[in-house]
């Protein structure tokens, strides 16, 4: 018998991907199942980026590339980042990965040692926590409630860092909950850095351009804290090519070259022809995503005027990305027929089951009183969605 490695047996599958095939299996049976499980953008990648990558082909971009990426889409990366955050970084501090996803392995396998302490604000997004137990990493998680806005404060971070703390992870405008970190909020996590000079935090900021409220704000903008901050981001989001497998980090150029060693052992070098339509994504003003944006806004709003009128239910007003992540616990202890709700995994395999509605369980985010609802499909869809979700909460008794 063949026994699988502790490191596997010790992960726990990504909830949003487990939702996502048991509603494509639902489907695939006939239902009419409402997908607001994953978080994809339902806009089609920009014309001016296809042809690039059409361009690419005709042009024979069809062998291996750099394993941090081509040169010419670092420089465009640093000039984006210059250009949108404020951030000067050189090319040689950059790495492209397969995904934003790899950027934070990458990152997480070149620091992190068996032992090493990693914080990690709730809710968080789900691959966080396994990216650090791969390695070896203890998560230690600071909980922020939906009263919190689900933020944390420079007071919590010192109150979590010990001795064997090394890296602080987390994300703005963070999924699940779509919260953004204002200015003065980063200054107080940038001030605790500053006084650990040991630490390493990891700023996620894969939904930058998906922000309902003004400028996007860095944590690397803090000069005192700048070699400390690896900047994590990518094109899925905001230019709507998830399916492209693209994402990169900036870091100072020891953390860079750490990346590009564990990432040329994986996979190498990212896709060529996604590489070649990602220049064209970091030159692009990023003032030609307010529609798309303006979109995401409106959907907040229909979804969030629903979720209000619900009895029991808590949630935030949040200002990016494309989720709302409501405490639906006043539902626990509920029954309807056969259908007793225990908790935040049961409600959605009601609502699956009972109102044909795709959601994910808030436990795989260190969230159980929580559920997530991606909006990051058409008004139709969720104006229908809502309904069902009002009609089936309002079927359960205690």
């Known amino acids: 018998m063949i026994h699988l490695s502790d490191r596997l047996n010790a992960m726990e599958e990504s909830a949003t991907l487990a939702m996502a095939r048991l509603s494509r299996t ?4 006939g239902k009419d199942i409402i997908s607001l499980s994953l978080g994809e953008p339902d806009f089609n990648t920009p014309q001016f980026i296809k042809d690039a990558a059409i361009k690419a082909i005709n042009e024979n971009y069809t062998t291996y590339t750099p394993v941090a990426g081509y040169d010419e889409l670092r420089e465009k990366i640093a000039h984006k980042l210059l250009r949108d955050n404020g951030l000067t970084y050189t090319k040689d501090q950059i790495v492209v990965s397969t995904g934003a996803k790899q950027s934070i392995a990458n990152a997480v396998l070149s620091i992190i040692n ?9 809710p968080y997004w789900v691959s966080y926590i396994e990216i650090v137990k791969m390695a070896g990493g203890i998560p230690v998680v600071i909980e922020a409630t939906v009263e919190e806005d689900f933020k944390i404060s ?8 010990t001795p064997r703390t090394k890296m602080f992870i987390f994300s703005s405008p963070c999924n ?9 909020e980063l200054e107080s996590l940038a001030k605790v850095l500053e006084r650990h000079p040991h630490m390493v935090a990891l700023s996620d900021e894969i939904y930058e351009h998906i922000n309902f409220i003004g400028a996007h704000q860095s944590l690397a903008q803090f000069t005192t804290i700048f070699d400390q901050v690896i900047t994590v981001n990518g094109a899925s989001k905001a230019w709507a090519m998830t399916g492209w497998r693209l994402g990169y ?8 070259d750490a990346c590009n060693k564990i990432q040329g052992q994986f996979t190498s070098g990212t896709n060529s022809i996604t590489q070649r339509a990602a220049m064209v994504a970091m030159d692009a003003d990023p003032k030609i995503l307010a529609e798309m944006v303006l979109t995401f806004e409106k959907r907040r709003d229909l979804v969030l005027n629903y979720l209000l009128k619900i009895p029991g239910i808590k949630v935030n007003k949040p200002t990016g990305a ?15 027929e056969n ?17 044909n509605i795709a959601l994910v369980d808030g436990s795989g985010f260190g969230a159980p009183k929580c559920i997530r609802i991606s909006y990051a499909t058409s008004e139709e869809l969720l104006e229908k969605a809502m309904q069902r979700l009002t009609e089936a909460l309002a079927k359960l008794r205690k």
């Open 322 to 336: 494309f989720y709302l992540f409501p405490d639906v616990s006043y539902y626990f202890g509920a029954s309807f």
């Open 176 to 184: 699940p909950t779509g919260s953004v970190y204002s200015y003065k």
């Open 154 to 161: 420079g007071e919590q971070l010192e109150q979590a860092i």
């Open 249 to 256: 980090l900036a870091a100072s150029k020891p953390i860079a």
């Open 339 to 355: 259908y007793t709700i225990n908790n935040g995994k049961d409600l959605c395999m009601y609502l699956l089951q009972e109102a």
């Open 26 to 29: 639902l489907r695939s049976e």
């Open 114 to 122: 068996p032992g090493d302490e990693v914080i990690i604000p709730a």
